[in-house]
T-cell receptor
Framework: AQSVAQPEDQVNVAEGNPLTVKCTYS??????LFWYVQYPNRGLQFLLK??????LVKGSYGFEAEFNKSQTSFHLKKPSALVSDSALYFC??????????????FGQGTTLQVKP | NAGVTQTPKFRILKIGQSMTLQCTQD?????MYWYRQDPGMGLKLIYY???????DKGEVPNGYNVSRSTTEDFPLRLELAAPSQTSVYFC????????????FGDGTRLSIL
């Protein structure tokens, strides 16, 4: 079965420090991977995606993610965290078992808390 | 750009009442989705549609119905509301290209009392 796991419910970092939000996946075939961010009382906003090509992908707001096929991971990173990065982050993978429907399988979400 | 618009933003229902959550998008996307978000549970897919006149069940469809008469609109109907349907509901849309992200509305916060 296809799945996405975000092993940490919450990540705490100090402003200015690097941050990592972890994601691992299990899919058959090549994965299409996405990161979204959700601010309070808002919908999910797309940050970045990995479809093919370079393992390091860059996205919005200075975020990047590293695709590692051997470890089946797609960790979200940022070199220097901002207090405004505090939010709920979701990793997702395209459901390849349902044909071309665009369906996503989401992880449980990780709350990022950046302290001043 | 409006994107994906959901109405209402908040609603309180009594057990057994019915209501329709509205969702409309102005991006001419073929694909549309309804999710519910419960604390610590991520997003669960309720129903989805790959085009006007075509809908299909997701992971948690019981207690809900949908229709897709136009490309723009994808309303979600709750019949006989139950406390277990208290949740935040999100509508999303995406183009037909598999590598394109989904675009989300800001959600409807629904309480069933």
């Amino acid at each position: 079965a296809q799945s996405v796991a975000q092993p940490e419910d919450q990540v705490n970092v100090a402003e200015g420090n690097p941050l990592t939000v972890k994601c691992t996946y299990s899919v058959s075939g090549n994965p299409y991977l996405f990161w979204y961010v959700q601010y309070p009382n808002r919908g999910l906003q797309f940050l970045l995606k990995y479809i093919t090509g370079d393992n390091l992908v860059k996205g919005s707001y200075g975020f990047e993610a590293e695709f590692n096929k051997s470890q089946t991971s797609f960790h979200l990173k940022k070199p220097s965290a901002l207090v405004s990065d505090s939010a709920l982050y979701f990793c997702a993978v395209r459901d390849r078992g349902s044909g071309n429907t665009g369906k996503l399988i989401f992880g449980q979400g990780t709350t990022l808390q950046v302290k001043p | 750009n409006a994107g994906v618009t959901q109405t209402p933003k908040f609603r309180i229902l009594k057990i057994g009442q019915s209501m329709t959550l509205q969702c409309t998008q102005d991006m001419n996307h073929n694909y549309m989705y309804w999710y519910r978000q419960d604390p610590g549970m991520g997003l669960k897919l309720i129903y989805y549609s790959v085009g006007a006149g075509i809908t299909d069940k997701g992971e948690v469809p019981n207690g809900y119905n949908v229709s897709r008469s136009t490309t723009e609109d994808f309303p979600l109907r709750l019949e006989l509301a139950a406390p277990s349907q208290t949740s935040v509901y999100f509508c999303a849309s995406s183009p037909q290209d598999r590598d394109q992200p989904q675009h989300f509305g800001d959600g409807t916060r629904l309480s069933i009392l």
